[in-house]
T-cell receptor, first 114, second 113 residues
Framework: NAGVTQTPKFQVLKTGQSMTLQCAQDMNHNSMYWYRQDPGMGLRLIYYSASEGTTDKGEVPNGYNVSRLNKREFSLRLESAAPSQTSVYFCASSPRGGGLAGYTFGSGTRLTVV | GQQLNQSPQSMFIQEGEDVSMNCTSSSIFNTWLWYKQDPGEGPVLLIA?????ELTSNGRLTAQFGITRKDSFLNISASIPSDVGIYFC?????????????FGKGTKLSVKP
């Protein structure tokens, strides 16, 4: 009963470094999402993939790219990390259209950019 | 864009107290959800509401889908220490072309010192 798995759980990057956050779900969900969470800001959508082969920008896409590798996996890439990207990143998935039960979230990746 | 206004931003609870929080929007939604986030974890769904006026319970938690479809309320009765965390409301129009959830900014529950 893994649900949504995110790796790594913690990461420290230097400004300008690149990295990819990985996300995989085993619930056969069509849609996947990347959010960032900052104190007092709630959850803000970075990118989403409504179905395999499609990706779209969310509220805060600048500085990020995504890849929907297959139905299970959706990765988030930071090409040149900046301190403003220090945050907790959550991946989520849902059946197409959001599903009656909303989204299932992973446990997060805590990223610090120094 | 669409926004959910969640209040209060934070509150302190003493064991045994009842807790109330709410979420409002200027837009109409057909689905309201409440999530809880424990420290160091991702949000977990508590209650989902699909019908205007609906009142749904999950143990000590009760949530209501406002009759105008623009608001929702969550009540926690007889709070216990493990209730601390961040509670998020979320809303969407299920069945639309893209049912993206939007989230409130959260209500942080802490234990009274």
């Amino acid at each position: 009963n893994a649900g949504v798995t995110q790796t790594p759980k913690f990461q420290v990057l230097k400004t300008g470094q690149s990295m990819t956050l990985q996300c995989a779900q085993d619930m056969n969900h069509n849609s996947m999402y990347w959010y960032r969470q900052d104190p007092g800001m709630g959850l803000r959508l970075i990118y989403y993939s409504a179905s395999e082969g499609t990706t779209d920008k969310g509220e805060v896409p600048n500085g990020y790219n995504v890849s929907r590798l297959n139905k299970r996996e959706f990765s988030l890439r930071l090409e040149s990390a900046a301190p403003s990207q220090t945050s907790v990143y959550f991946c989520a998935s849902s059946p197409r259209g959001g599903g009656l039960a909303g989204y299932t979230f992973g446990s997060g990746t805590r990223l610090t950019v120094v | 864009g669409q926004q959910l206004n969640q209040s209060p931003q934070s509150m302190f609870i003493q064991e045994g107290e009842d807790v109330s929080m709410n979420c409002t929007s200027s837009s109409i939604f057909n689905t309201w959800l409440w999530y809880k986030q424990d420290p160091g974890e991702g949000p977990v769904l508590l209650i989902a509401l699909y019908k205007a006026g609906e009142l749904t319970s999950n143990g000590r938690l009760t949530a209501q889908f406002g009759i105008t479809r623009k608001d929702s309320f969550l009540n926690i009765s007889a709070s216990i220490p493990s209730d601390v965390g961040i509670y998020f409301c979320a809303a969407m129009n299920y069945g639309g072309s893209q049912g993206n959830l939007i989230f409130g900014k959260g209500t942080k529950l802490s234990v009274k010192p």
